[in-house]
């Protein structure tokens, strides 16, 4: 017998009885939450050794309660999601935010107690990259990125970060960072606005990491020139990435002159991953090794020819792309190996959306605008596999709001 408490997060409740009986059979201790709400308070109260989340839940999904968690430091246990069918894109998201697994409902019994097995064996660790700056290759270019940042490692002086997106910038200012000190990467800078100084409070004596200051309003960039003027004061060592030309934008009077002057005494610029994509094969390797070392997925791996397809392609998306296209080949193909049409399958380039049908010119105007936006849900959340996170930037709705409108329209999500 075993004490270890089981957190089962899912508004369906057959789903929360069957797996409840289920694992209380096999001796664990079940706690029962039928929405986010209910995780939220559960959670807040006492840390769980694990928790089986549903993925579509009406109030929030599970993927936005997972990032929430892991933003607020409360994702000290393994989490394994659960949904339906044609979600895998969904659940490689919520791999990268830092789940443990994977389990496509209707679940297995077998599958459930074997990773649940496995979470529970696994702890606290969860699923993190080890990719590093040295990860990123071994070729001319890499060693000569390697070679400019060790150069400028102690200096004090902003640094700026040039490149495409993804392409590893925060591998470099991680590389700039001192061990046993703060590292504060926030997913926005709109608190430049307000309360410039919050961010150099939280990073003092470390390193604060802006990961997009290109695209960054009038008013933040007005508080980015601020902060700059404070640094010392805090002993923060500044490193910045944009992925746009802040000298062309500060040519046509779109940025401040004074913060590009300012930000572009120190510059380096981080390669696009298809100048060196001799070196793709080992990061590809080692993004899988990370997915089986977490358990996420079963011992795998590529074989030559698909490891020249990874290489021979272009990757716009650069390392997030290729990161987030090893795991979903991690987590879809079945077999030991993953062969070059996994690979190809995989790269694809996804079907135009299909036109929505219009509706006849005698329905009243809310009946019309109500057919044309369920035809038009319906064939987004296909198009785009069920991914409720693309489904919502498409349609340009936050999550929340997504879900209520799909209720509204009386579309049933496919998890259930």
């Known amino acids: 017998m075993t004490n270890n408490t089981i957190?089962?997060?899912?508004?369906?409740?057959?789903?929360?009885?069957?797996?409840?009986?289920?694992?209380?059979?096999e001796g664990y201790h079940v706690a029962l939450a039928e929405n986010a709400e209910q995780a939220r308070i559960w959670r807040n109260q006492t840390r769980p050794d694990?928790?089986?989340l549903d993925i579509w839940m009406p109030d929030t999904d599970g993927v936005t309660l997972l990032k929430e968690w892991a933003n607020n430091g409360l994702l000290t246990m393994p989490v394994v999601v659960m949904s339906g069918h044609g979600t895998i894109a969904t659940a490689v998201e919520a791999t990268r935010?830092?789940?443990?697994?994977?389990?496509?409902?209707?679940?297995?019994?077998?599958?459930?107690?074997?990773?649940?097995a496995h979470a529970l064996r696994g702890g606290q660790s969860k699923p993190s990259s080890t990719l590093t700056l040295s990860s990123l290759g071994k070729g001319t270019l890499i060693a000569d990125l390697k070679k400019r940042l060790e150069q400028i490692s102690n200096l004090k002086t902003p640094l700026l970060l040039t490149g495409e997106q993804g392409a590893g910038m925060e591998l470099c200012a991680r590389f700039l960072h001192r061990p046993n000190t703060p590292w504060i990467e926030p997913d926005t800078i709109t608190s430049l606005t307000d309360t410039p100084f919050d961010l150099l409070e939280q990073a003092r004596d470390g390193l604060l990491f802006l990961k997009e200051i290109g695209s960054s309003s009038e008013l933040e960039q007005k508080g980015l020139l601020q902060m700059l003027g404070e640094l010392d004061k805090y002993n923060v060592r500044l490193v910045c990435g944009t992925s746009m030309p802040l000298a062309e934008l500060t040519a046509q009077g779109d940025y401040n002159p004074k913060l590009y002057e300012a930000l572009s005494g120190l510059c380096i610029?981080?390669?696009?991953?298809?100048?060196?994509?001799?070196?793709?094969?080992?990061?590809?390797?080692?993004?899988?090794?990370?997915?089986?070392?977490?358990g996420a997925t079963p011992m795998q791996q590529f074989n030559t020819a698909a490891l020249n397809a990874l290489r021979n392609y272009?990757?716009?998306?650069?390392?997030?792309?290729?990161?987030?296209?090893?795991?979903?080949l991690a987590?879809?193909?079945?077999g030991e190996e993953i062969s070059a049409d996994d690979v190809k399958q995989a790269l694809a380039t996804p079907a135009p959306l299909q036109s929505v049908p219009s509706a006849p010119l005698n329905t009243p105007l809310r009946e019309a605008r109500d057919l044309f936006e369920k035809s038009y849900f319906e064939k987004l959340i296909d198009h785009e596999n069920g991914n409720?996170?693309?489904?919502?930037e498409r349609a340009g709705l936050e999550r929340t709001h997504l879900y209520r409108k799909l209720k509204l329209l009386g579309i049933r999500l496919r998890s259930h």
């Not at 991953?273 to 080692?286: F, G, M, S």
């Not at 409720?388 to 919502?392: G, I």
Request: glycine content about 6%.
């Open 7 to 25: 957190l089962i997060v899912d508004d369906e409740i057959g789903i929360r009885e069957l797996l409840s009986e289920i694992l209380r059979d």
């Open 50 to 52: 694990l928790v089986l």
């Open 97 to 116: 935010i830092g789940a443990f697994g994977y389990l496509e409902k209707p679940v297995p019994l077998q599958k459930l107690l074997s990773t649940v």
């Open 269 to 294: 610029n981080v390669p696009a991953l298809r100048a060196h994509r001799e070196d793709v094969p080992e990061l590809a390797n080692q993004i899988l090794l990370d997915c089986i070392e977490s």
């Open 314 to 328: 272009d990757w716009p998306g650069n390392l997030m792309q290729l990161t987030g296209t090893v795991r979903s």
């Open 331 to 334: 987590l879809t193909c079945t």
């Open 388 to 392: 409720m996170t693309r489904v919502a």
